[in-house]
């Protein structure tokens, strides 16, 4: 079993969609959490970190499960602007994984 | 503002050539410094990361090296390249919280072997 895993995707939504992003992590001793967004041939670039409780920052809005080990990212009224690869990221101690990213496509 | 840059861009280099890709960070103090590859549609793959001056942990045993010969300051080398060598290779920090923060990128360099 992969240390974190995110279904690959593409998810290809219209504009104005609202689409969720899921991934597991496997070791119940991870202690921080992160969704990235790398663009095509670009570097991955922090999006927002995970917190317990939710939280959300303008159309994106995270969520973290520790019992379960699931983290997920949702985007509200998608915008075509969205469309990139969205990774996942769990840390704990100087461990940092990444998700190998799901694609999102966004349509006009 | 901490920045990080990383250089080149791109590169091309032969195989069985030497590389060295050059990373340094601004505005703060003592990072947390990571090299990774990313090969075409893949993740991301962690190669090294650094505490401090001098210090180094390889996460994957391969004809590629890093050092850190100042405190904001990180190479990453090899003496002969192979054609698996091609990918992305990017470069992180973080502060020195703890292994628990997260990470900023620099711009990447890609890398083609011929």
């Known amino acids: 079993r992969k240390e974190v895993e995110q279904d690959p995707g593409p998810f290809n939504v219209p504009e104005g969609a609202t689409v969720a992003f899921n991934c597991t992590y496997s070791?119940?001793?991870?202690?921080?959490f992160f969704w990235y967004r790398q663009d095509c041939r670009k570097e991955p670039k922090l999006l927002m970190s995970?917190?317990?409780s939710g939280n959300e920052d303008g159309r994106f809005t995270a969520q973290l499960n520790r019992a379960s080990q699931y983290i997920s990212l949702l985007i509200r009224d998608s915008k075509l602007s969205d469309s990139a690869t969205y990774l996942c990221?769990?840390?704990?101690?100087?461990?940092?994984?990444f998700g190998a990213g799901t694609r999102l496509f966004v349509k006009a | 503002s901490q920045t990080i840059h990383q250089w080149p861009a791109t590169l091309v280099q032969p195989v069985g050539s030497p590389l060295s890709l050059e990373c340094t960070v601004e505005g703060t103090s003592n990072p947390n410094l990571y090299w990774y590859r990313q090969a075409a549609g893949r993740g991301l793959q962690l190669l090294f990361y650094s505490v401090g001056i001098g210090q180094i942990s390889s996460e994957v045993p391969q004809n590629l090296s890093a050092s850190r010969p100042q405190d904001r300051q990180f190479i990453l080398s090899s003496k002969k390249l192979l054609l698996s060598d091609s990918g992305f290779y990017l470069c992180?920090?973080?502060?020195?919280?703890?292994?628990?923060?997260?990470?900023?990128f620099g711009d990447g360099t890609r890398l083609s072997i011929l």
């Open positions: 995970v917190y317990s």
């Open positions: 992180a920090w973080s502060t020195p919280l703890g292994g628990n923060q997260p990470q900023h």
């Open positions: 990221v769990v840390t704990g101690g100087f461990k940092t994984i």
């Open positions: 070791n119940s001793a991870s202690q921080s």
